[in-house]
């Protein structure tokens, strides 16, 4: 199958007007091409919630998973702000919003995983307000020293599986895991290998555009988005670019809630090389391809605890996330550290202060943003960004 | 109206001597007499496997708490977010970490450093974040139990949830004895476990009391209380006598028909912590109008009994295991939640729902709007939703809150003259 969107994206030639292209996609409170995935497939679409969800299972279950992070700044929140409050984030209530306007009609469910405590209540709170609607909710553990937090996990996968067949009618065996394994190893090496040239050549594969190829993947079926990642490799190796006078940082902090495009564009322009980030941290979870031979549902839930990124909504007492983020500046030979967090983000805000303390020790700069995806104005943040960037370039 | 009434029975002043008690025992270990400290949560904990290793329990909540009831835990906060943590985070934890960077001397006691840090996370996800911000701070080891949510759709833990949890508390044993210095004695740990049965009892017949008509004392102001020697002293003859003498000090009060104001106009159910730096207040607005709390989702935090737990001394480690799993209310999900108020306002017989909501607190807080549609739209329960926070006083405004509450107690009155009633 191919959707429309894609067909037209594969002729483009040129990178950027690729990346133009894919903002329909996922910059889209409607959803077409989620639709006619559906029309397409016939499959039932799921809505992952950030951060990480196990999209394999999805897949191999025969179901659609859509990465579902708010309506950024393409909707109004007119009735979520009354079920949540104003110190909550902005994506709790835009995903939320969604469905009390009616536009999560092409959902069958949607999935929510322990990340934080607003996003475990905004399962409740879902499947109140939607109760025809398949709503789940994944317990990460959260003991990862020990070994019983596999068997945990896999058993929760289990029962994950089981819920998803009921819905999809689908019986699913361990080589229909082992496949949907592969496919997403594939896509996630492919991201790799863009984040590694976007790593040594900034200035040709922007933030921007690498942070579309990646969002795309949230909409597209895997095999759609392994193919526009495909093509995007093939064009960005020929791409010119020019050196610019920027300073070169790492961005962590944005995990879940998303900065808007622009805003991501606007703090490139404000002297940004971004060398590494956490934007759409999910999709790019494991540090490795997982093994495709074995028992698929337990690779997974090993892979949880063994092969995966440190993150803010993980928690791993065998890893410091502050020598780590030390440790990545150090190795990728940034210049700085940009903590940027969407606002009122509790896991965000907390590992800020874990960070600030390794940094101030380590002699390595950092600067500190607050965003909301609902933002429109970004002078606040631009300004911010290029008085640091001016600070570090006098030095 | 009475603008200041006392409230002060006999479980006041006990409790008060007890908790000091318990307080010198950790300056004494701070001091580097007596048991050393394992830091936990309130939250559904195993304190009974500490006390069986006579491990001193301490609870940087109620540190935190008590330095706010005594409009104490501003400065602390502040230090804290000098040092990077934001506005926005609990401030509970500020207040700590605060504390930690002060020396840690509060107001009631000075912290003895933590042996072991142990991380119950038990439904609230910033314990997490806590305690791993303990453990860089203190350099003290850290061991977690993962406490997998009630997440399936008949609310229960499944067989594999209640086994990964067993082999947690199984696997901490050692971690224990290490520390403590002494081997492990399934009696004594039996022994333990017998005296938070009894205690576990007598609170469940304390928190149905209020059933009654008058409530004989405060299901939530009252109710705090004894939440102190709840988790302090889980697991001694020190507590288990302390609630004994509660229930029969509130017996006496049933048998007076007598509660905590001279008359019982209003019948209330509130979920929510409450407003520490500002309790008395908070009361006061309330009892003005002749309002008791007869049933409080706060005071569940630390377990659910009057639900029907019971700590069983004759399979210590599961019933354990059960009551972090299954028997509190922050492991439990946002409906269950609304269930169990539910029951309070019918079984309770309660007149209306006051939602407190604190910033600090998104275990709690988040998503409350949806609960007032709940229950003002769907079950017509007249329902009030006021905001400030548990720890920072900055978030409570004394003249904006009583506005609100007299609106809603007028509004209140009217529903029952008008007939009403539930
Ligand atoms: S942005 Fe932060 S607080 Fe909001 S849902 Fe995501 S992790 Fe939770
Ligand atoms: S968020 Fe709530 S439950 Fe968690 S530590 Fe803070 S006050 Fe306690």
């Known amino acids: ?395 | 109206m009475a603008e200041k009434i006392e409230y002060r029975g006999h479980l006041h002043d006990l409790q008060k001597d007890l908790m000091n008690d318990y307080f010198d025992q950790m300056t004494r270990s701070a001091q580097g007499e007596g048991s050393p400290a394992v830091y936990l949560l309130i939250s559904g904990n195993p304190v009974e496997l500490l006390r069986a290793f006579d491990l001193l329990p301490v609870y940087p909540e109620i540190n935190a708490l008590q330095t706010a009831v005594k409009k104490q835990a501003l400065p602390f906060i502040q230090k804290a977010e000098e040092l990077g943590y934001s506005t926005d985070n609990c401030a509970y934890v500020k207040a700590d970490i605060g504390l930690f960077y002060s020396g840690n001397k509060a107001p009631m006691a000075t912290v003895p450093p933590p042996g072991l840090l142990l991380t119950n996370y038990v439904g609230c996800n910033v314990y997490l974040h806590w305690w791993e911000h303990l453990a860089e701070l203190t350099g003290a080891p850290i061991f977690d139990i993962d406490i997998p949510f009630l997440r399936s759709l008949d609310g229960e833990p499944s067989r594999e949830d209640l086994q990964y949890v067993v082999r947690q508390l199984e696997e901490l044993i050692p971690v224990l004895e290490k520390i403590s210095g002494k081997k492990y004695d399934p009696d004594r740990l039996r022994e333990v476990v017998q005296y938070s049965l009894e205690t576990g009892e007598y609170w469940a017949k304390i928190k149905m009391m209020p059933q009654l008509k008058p409530a004989p004392y405060d299901a939530y102001f009252d109710a705090v209380t004894m939440m102190g020697p709840l988790y302090a002293l889980r697991g001694t003859k020190e507590g288990r006598d302390y609630f004994r003498a509660a229930y029969e000090e509130l017996q006496k009060r049933v048998a007076l028909q007598e509660g905590p104001l001279p008359e019982e106009k209003y019948r209330l159910v509130i979920e929510g912590p409450p407003p520490w730096p500002y309790l008395r207040t908070f009361r006061d607005m309330f009892a003005r109008w002749g309002a008791v709390f007869v049933a409080s989702s706060y005071s569940t935090v630390g377990g659910l009994w009057e639900f029907g737990f019971r700590h069983d001394p004759s399979n210590p480690i599961e019933s354990i295991a059960m009551h972090m799993l299954k028997w509190n209310l922050t492991n439990r999900n946002f409906l269950q939640r609304y269930a169990q108020l539910k029951s309070y306002v019918e079984d309770w017989n309660a007149d209306g729902l006051v939602i407190h909501s604190v910033k600090s607190c998104r275990l709690f807080s988040a998503g409350q709007g949806d609960m007032r549609e709940y229950f003002a739209r769907e079950l017509n329960v007249p329902t009030l939703l006021v905001e400030s926070d548990l720890e920072d006083q900055r978030y409570f405004s004394p003249a904006q809150m009583r506005t609100r509450i007299d609106a809603f107690m007028e509004s209140l009155e009217h529903h029952k003259l008008v007939g009403h009633q539930r």
């Open chain 1, 1 to 395: 199958m191919a959707t429309a969107a894609m067909s037209e994206i594969e002729q483009v030639q040129d990178l950027t007007a690729l990346v133009d292209g894919l903002r329909v996609l996922f910059e889209d409170p409607e959803f077409k091409v989620v639709s006619e995935i559906k029309r397409l497939t016939g499959k039932p679409i799921i809505g992952n919630f950030p951060v990480y969800s196990p999209v394999e299972l999805f897949h191999a279950a025969g179901a659609h998973p859509v990465g579902l992070v708010g309506a950024g700044n393409q909707i109004e929140i007119a009735h979520a702000d009354s079920r949540f409050q104003s110190f909550v984030c902005s994506v709790i209530k835009s995903t939320l919003e969604l469905g009390l306007t009616d536009r999560l009609q092409d959902f069958e469910g949607i999935v929510f995983h322990s990340i934080c405590d607003p996003a475990r209540n905004l399962a409740s709170v879902f499947k109140r307000n939607f109760p025809d609607k398949w709503v789940e909710y994944i317990h990460f553990p959260q003991n990862l020293v020990t070994e019983s937090s596999v068997d945990y996990l896999e058993n929760e996968y289990r029962r994950l599986l089981d819920r998803l067949q009921e819905l999809t009618g689908k019986t699913v065996t361990n080589a229909d895991v082992n496949n949907s394994i592969a496919l997403y190893n594939t896509a996630r090496s492919l991201m790799g290998t863009l984040y590694a040239f976007r790593r040594d050549h900034p200035h040709i594969l922007t933030t921007r555009e690498l942070y579309s190829l990646v969002r795309a993947g949230h909409i597209l079926t895997v095999e759609e988005h392994i193919r526009l990642l495909e093509h995007a490799l093939r064009l960005v190796r020929t791409k010119p670019g020019h050196e610019r006078d920027h300073i070169r940082v790492i961005l962590v902090g944005s995990f879940c809630e998303q900065p808007s495009l622009d805003l991501i564009s606007a703090m490139e322009e404000a002297g940004l090389d971004i060398l590494d980030d956490d934007f759409l941290l999910g999709r790019r979870w494991f540090t490795e391809d997982l093994p495709t031979d074995g028992n698929g549902v337990r690779t997974l839930a090993s892979a949880y605890r063994d092969r995966s990124v440190i993150s803010s909504v993980k928690h791993d007492s065998r890893r410091h996330k502050g020598d780590e983020l030390v440790a990545q500046v150090k190795s990728s030979g940034a210049d700085a550290v940009i903590v940027s967090v969407p606002k009122f983000c509790e896991p965000g805000l907390f590992d800020y202060a874990i960070y600030r303390r390794a940094l101030l020790d380590a002699g390595i700069p950092h600067l500190f943003v607050e965003y909301e995806e609902k933002m429109w104005l970004f002078d606040k943040v631009q300004t911010e960004v290029e008085t640091f960037v001016e600070s570090l370039l006098l030095d």
